[in-house]
DNA sequence: CTGTTAGCGCATTCAA
DNA sequence: TTGAATGCGCTAACAG
């Protein structure tokens, strides 16, 4: 008597099923299921869609994954200490340009958050459910690099989302917006109206994007105007317009406030009300990134248009590059920006 | 000669070469990996897990998974005719829910965005990655039962969120926020400080609980006060502001404007300005959610505290349940919310 | 054109 | 305490 193996057959149908009803082989089934038409002859094409139309068969995701050694899935995975680290609009546009890409070629994205340097090594003990991933990391440079370094042992093709992959990684792909070039153009305008000093206020929670644009808009004002640096509360809108405020008050002869992003841009508008300084006659005010909230203000917050979507879109088609083999060298894409008028400049 | 099946074994180290690697069977490997220390000794404990470290071994999902017919994943599963269908804070913030509560239990979430019916037919065709699946669909209510009786056909535990399965599909969860309470708090708040009609502003692309909020609104207000009714574009902001300043201007003896959501109660705020009202004291506004936006304008918007976040926790609990067969009845979720105070009703 | 065989990685069962 | 056998659903390769 043979020996029982205790695993329950699915209660779903399987190819065996199908087949049974249709009277063939799964093998069969498989071609007619799969389009290799040339293979079967379109009776039993018939037959076999017949049943499984019957049994409302659907592929088993698991059994083609062990077979053919691939998950069909992408991961995006979120280094952020919010727990809410979905609700930045960024990283929401990239994930439904990943979506919806993916979708177009039978794959699926999983989303991960991850709150500390501890859930990504939890997340690293279990077994994975796909065959790539894309990550964004906030924190400072030295921590980001660790992750990137962490990751990497996955021997996963990886993307990296607005940011540079440490130099030690040269394998790895990476996609950026351009924001040298989006925080140099505010500045231009900044200083063709004439404004001398300057704040660029960033999040408190660092993300290397935003440190770009503040690098880049110091490089671009070079001798001709002054950037000052202000890091705010970025999930408390009133402490943000409050540090904002406090920082007009003490240094009066501030011309712009830069918004690191378009939420702090309103807040700096907030702010300027509140000291009483008419936007944009007394103090101008831009924005970054042009998501819902740059036409949430009055005047409209100058900002720069950031491709998100078309990110996640790209990624996507790196990794899937990648799984494919068709990758070659590391790649690293740039996509280009453009601002965004607003009459919070004038 | 043996046949050989061509499959290449994966690049990846499974059970059999760390059993190799340690000199034991893959048995006592799997033992080792899941905790069943019971079933093994330390020292040979000891010389597995050096072996996993050495091979950098991580349990591959595929073999788990057909192995134990769990995916070990949720779904998302989104209807929206926006290809941004992530965008609504509302859904990002479920999103974030869902994937921080399966993160600890090694669970996966999937999101899946479609744009349309046909869009459903094709997810329906391929196999899925999921145990079950939590669904927010937007649009008229009939389209809406149609998307839901197509996907119960998946046999899948299946959960809707913010809105009422459909009364043949008596199997269905559902989990929604208590807009009915909140939205006559809202209406309580305005008759009280003296509103006699009040203007209703949703989206026109439809969704359920906005649809319950305007309801609820008329219910509540009885006959001590009229409520008006319009729809307003959704995506274009400026637009919004347009219709509702029109709406306006052709019915003076409005008192207060009720956004569907955040975004809408925006689109009041600045309407009133266009027409020269001043707000609280000549036009009130509320809002609904209270998620980022709510704090964007001065005053701040009156509005409703969403439990979206704890909305993807409940679902995911309830989805857990009924995969592991502790499911019982349908439930159907209320989920509690209340009013956040804002300048724009006084 | 259709069927048979084999094996992907894993965990349950039973034997040693 | 450890090992061997078995099969979950699927598809490449080959045989008929």
């Excluded at 996609?175 to 660029?200: N, P, S, T, Y």
Aim: hydrophobic letters at 40%; one cysteine or more.
């Amino acid at each position: 008597m043979a020996k029982k193996s205790a695993v329950g057959r699915s209660s779903k149908p399987s190819l065996k099923d199908v087949a049974k009803l249709a009277n063939v082989s799964v093998m069969t089934v498989s071609n007619v299921i799969n389009g290799r038409m040339a293979r079967v002859g379109d009776e039993v094409a018939a037959r076999v869609r017949e049943a499984v139309r019957e049994l409302n068969y659907r592929p088993q995701r698991s059994g083609r994954s062990l077979r053919l050694q691939k998950e069909f899935a992408l991961g995006l995975t979120v280094l952020h200490p919010d727990r809410r680290f979905l609700d930045d609009p960024y990283i929401t546009q990239v994930a439904a340009g990943m979506s919806n890409f993916l979708a177009t070629i039978g794959y699926s994205l999983m989303v991960n958050g991850l709150r500390n340097l501890k859930a990504l090594d939890t997340l690293m003990e279990r077994s994975f459910g796909y065959d790539g991933f894309a990550v964004m990391v906030s924190g400072e440079r030295e921590q980001r690099v660790q992750v990137y370094k962490k990751l990497a042992q996955l021997k996963l093709p990886m993307v990296v989302i607005q940011d540079a992959p440490p130099p030690d990684l040269p394998e790895v792909s990476s996609v950026c917006q351009d924001d040298g070039v989006g925080a140099g153009m505010l500045v231009e305008r900044l200083i063709d109206k004439r404004a001398k000093r300057i704040l660029f206020a960033a999040s408190r929670q660092v993300w290397p994007a935003m440190e770009r644009r503040a690098a880049a808009a110091v490089a671009a004002a070079g001798k001709r105007a002054r950037i000052d640096h202000l890091s705010c509360s970025e999930d408390d809108f009133e402490l943000s317009i409050r540090q904002i405020e406090t920082w007009l008050r003490s240094h009066p002869n501030t011309d712009a406030v830069m918004g690191g992003n378009d939420q702090l841009g309103l807040a700096a508008m907030q702010a300027a009300e509140r000291c009483g300084l008419s936007v944009p006659s007394e103090l101008m005010v831009t924005g970054y990134n042009a998501f819902l909230f740059q036409k949430f203000s009055k005047p409209t917050l100058c900002s720069v248009s950031s491709p998100a979507y078309e990110i996640g879109q790209e990624v996507s088609k790196m990794l899937i590059d990648l799984i494919n083999g068709d990758g070659g060298e590391a790649r690293h894409l740039l996509m280009p920006v453009s601002v965004v008028d607003g009459g919070s400049i004038g």
